[in-house]
T-cell receptor
Framework: NAGVTQTPKFRVLKTGQSMTLLCAQD?????MYWYRQDPGMGLRLIHY???????AKGEVPDGYNVSRLKKQNFLLGLESAAPSQTSVYFC????????????FGQGTRLTVV | AQTVTQSQPEMSVQEAETVTLSCTYD???????LFWYKQPPSRQMILVIR??????QNATENRFSVNFQKAAKSFSLKISDSQLGDAAMYFC???????????FGTGTRLQVFP
């Protein structure tokens, strides 16, 4: 029962480096989300997707890009990492329907030095 | 824009006692859904309970229940017979009827003392 899987679980980047976080779900969910979690700020929505080939901005999209080329995958990219992007990143997915539960990955701890 | 506010950064409770975590939200929508998620030290997000705004009856899941006050835009979580395993961060979340986004509060860290 894989559910939502995030890769990698930990990463340290130098300022200016780029990287891609991968989220994969095996539940055939239409909706996928990327959040960042920072102390005292809860989970803030970065970008989300309501279906293959579609993406939309969330609350804090600056400095990030996303792609949803396949329904099961949602990629989060950092083109030029900054120390302010040090955070724990969560991917989530859910099926259409307003009452459906969102399933979360285990999180990726990213440190930018 | 919708917002979710959790005004208690930290709470503590004695084992077997009852504790209530507060959550308020702001929205102009009339239909929406509210959730409480638990995040233990493992970081995994776990759904605790959900409430549909059109239902007047408060949701209950075993030791967890909510007090949903739609007019006051309040959605508190009551944990009865607290257990050591209840210690975690608790997040309140909102999702509008016509919205795809799940919006979270800042969280309440619950400590449970033996």
């Amino acid at each position: 029962n894989a559910g939502v899987t995030q890769t990698p679980k930990f990463r340290v980047l130098k300022t200016g480096q780029s990287m891609t976080l991968l989220c994969a779900q095996d539940m055939n969910h239409e909706y996928m989300y990327w959040y960042r979690q920072d102390p005292g700020m809860g989970l803030r929505l970065i970008h989300y997707s309501v279906g293959e080939g579609t993406t939309a901005k969330g609350e804090v999209p600056d400095g990030y890009n996303v792609s949803r080329l396949k329904k099961q995958n949602f990629l989060l990219g950092l083109e030029s990492a900054a120390p302010s992007q040090t955070s724990v990143y969560f991917c989530a997915s859910n099926a259409p329907g307003q009452n459906t539960e969102a399933f979360f990955g285990q999180g990726t701890r990213l440190t930018v030095v | 824009a919708q917002t979710v506010t959790q005004s208690q950064p930290e709470m503590s409770v004695q084992e077997a006692e009852t504790v209530t975590l507060s959550c308020t939200y702001d929205t102009s929508e009339s239909d929406y859904y509210l959730f409480w998620y638990k995040q233990p030290p493992s970081r995994q997000m776990i759904l605790v309970i959900r409430q549909e705004a059109y239902k007047q009856q408060n949701a209950t899941e075993n030791r967890f229940s909510v007090n949903f006050q739609k007019a006051a835009k309040s959605f508190s979580l009551k944990i009865s017979d607290s257990q050591l395993g209840d210690a975690a961060m608790y997040f309140c979340a909102y999702r509008g009827y016509n919205t795809d986004k799940l919006i979270f509060g800042t969280g309440t860290r619950l400590q449970v003392f033996p």
